[in-house]
């Protein structure tokens, strides 16, 4: 075949086109480009002056994010009914999580559909949405102080660890896994302390220097937006200075809650190139990880946000949390993982809800994420699709959710292994009752832990009969 002349017209009459075994594809119907642009923001009364200039402003953005539930409520005044805002009003009284929501985040939510509305859905509970925990919920799921030889370090894997040089974030989501420790105390929930605190972070520098066997450190927190730019780069550069320490991966939420940090925080942006491009001199691996979870997260400011990063040469990978309501259907799922590659962010995880205290409406089944991974396996590139994992209750790390040794859908109870975390152990991961059958949550509920350990006893026994 002759290969198309380079004049030919870029929309050749569907006649010319040559044939294919594969229905056409209408390019209207490529909807994960279609960004949303424009001063969107404007649509909220708070910020219906607000320019351009002024909105992209990361001073702007921190200074008006919103941390007292009053604010809150009152820059939705006349968006939605005063019985949402009781409602709203309701769920923040029994929320592990402290409040913070940026502008950008605000603007982004569709007001008109506040109950179902996902972005709302994410960061601000209702009284009438929660759901009772599950019986089988503790605060610190993923024991991660367990792990922890030095407060905000913990080391579960062999080769890699977890350190958490503070614990504040540009926002504050329901779902966080990290409630023990993330954000200020609430009315429900005393914190552990992880704050900024240069001895502790050099007690974590000793320790990780002390391992040989470790060579990879998740930066996460908490998040690193709150860090200094000279904070950033005393992180980096002390750990790259480490022979052992091979990679290094800064986490973050805020690409998808405040890319005005990335095109307009010139010192945080160019600490964080400075310890990339040290990093690449030394050949180690430095890069971003965030955390978008829904395609309406993703705008014409995080594309620009994105492709300044991808210029500089940081590659940026993504970590998803699975929630109902959320992003819990095949299209929406399918839909943000094409859309963060079209803005060269790599999907890398799709975590299975943790079990987190207050949350329970947010959860969903493992079976749902084995039946959304089915959709969205080969509908992009394989390296751009994201492993769907549990992160095993009691501290097994992070397992493949197709990989348990057993899994009752009727009692909702999955048991895993994790012979390179923690050989001969099993872990047990609970589905959210609201997915099971009737019978099912009854026992769950009837107030029998009897009954409880009846169902766990039997799901540990027909795993155990399975092993090899
Ligand atoms: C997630 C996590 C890591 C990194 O795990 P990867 O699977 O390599 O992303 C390291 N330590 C802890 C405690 C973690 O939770
Ligand atoms: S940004 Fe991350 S650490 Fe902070 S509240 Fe959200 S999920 Fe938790």
Redesign the pocket.
Known sequence: MQPPAPHLPVVLPVDAVPPSKKPYVDPVTLVHKDLVRGPFWQRIPAYREVDERTFLDHAWQAKHSITKISKLLEALQGLVSAEFIADADQGFRHAP?SVRVSPYLLSLVDWSTPYTDPLRTQFIPLGSRLLPDHPKLDLDSLHEQEDAPIPGLTHRYVDKALFLPLAT?????R?????YA??VDTEEVEKVEIRVNEDRWKRAYRYIASRPELEDIVI????VYQLRASQLEDIGMALLSMDNIRRMRF???GPA?MPQKILTDDAWVDALTRVVEKGRTLHKEVVLHT?FNHPAEITGITEAAMNKLFERGIFTRNQS?LQRGVNDTPETMTLLVKRLGHVNVHPYYVYVHDLVKGVEDLRTSVDTALFIEKHVRGVTAGFNTPTFVVDAPGGGGKRDAHSYEYYDRETGVSVYQAPSVKPGEFFLYFDPLHQLSTAAQRRWTSGSVDEQSVMIADALAKAKARLR
């Open positions: 999580m974030c540009p926002v504050y989501c779902f966080c896994t990290r409630s993330v954000g996460s927190g908490g998040d986490a973050t939420k809650v955390h949390v």
